[in-house]
């Protein structure tokens, strides 16, 4: 019997959710397609890097560094769900949530675009700092949760750049020198606090991830 790997079962979970955002999600919601097409990519680039398994190799570190420049997308996802404050769910009277089905599926649909995009991309994550410890210090495997620390702390500048500046990672190679200008122009006390409540975020995420992966309940 034919089985899907469980790349293919991630890839097609995220063609099906791309199509039927961009053809059913209502506006002010539509952006959500092109968002969870930005996180798609660092995890389909994720798929591809052992095929480059070599340091040496110039396609595996230019492989990595789009990774590295597309990986923000996937938590980024998570602060869309501050959008939910335009569907007005509390009533006027008293601040009860309202039963509106229409209100619920919207939210059920966010919550599991932002859910599935950060966790697909923290198993990214995983994959690449693996390799990337084998590839550089085989001889010392811990020093992955640096790497994993490092990045988690560099997504978080990217998710600031991209909520706050409104600046995509695909910006970067179409007007390279006015990106790194936005860049210069972000660093504050606010944007550094930003920045560690998301990367212990996306940390906490990561051990939950692994400890789920690692557990086996006795019935």
Known sequence: MFKLTKQWQIRIFFW???????????????????????AYIPVEIGFQLPRFNDRRALAFWVSLIVWLLFYPNTPYVMTDLFHL????????????????PHIWLIFAIMVLCAVSCLFFGLLSLDQVSHQLTELI???????KFWWIILFSFISS??????RFLRLHSIYLFFTPSWFFQQLMSIWSINMLKFTLILTCLQILSYWILKTVQNTRFKV
């Open 85 to 100: 404050s335009w569907l007005n769910p509390h009533t006027s009277i008293n601040g009860i949530l309202k039963s509106d």
């Open 16 to 38: 099906i959710a791309i199509i039927l955002l961009k053809l059913f999600m209502p506006k002010p919601f539509n952006f959500m397609a092109f968002n969870v097409f930005l």
């Open 157 to 162: 500048i990217g998710i600031y750049i991209g």
């Open 137 to 143: 210090t085989p001889k010392h495997p811990t020093l």
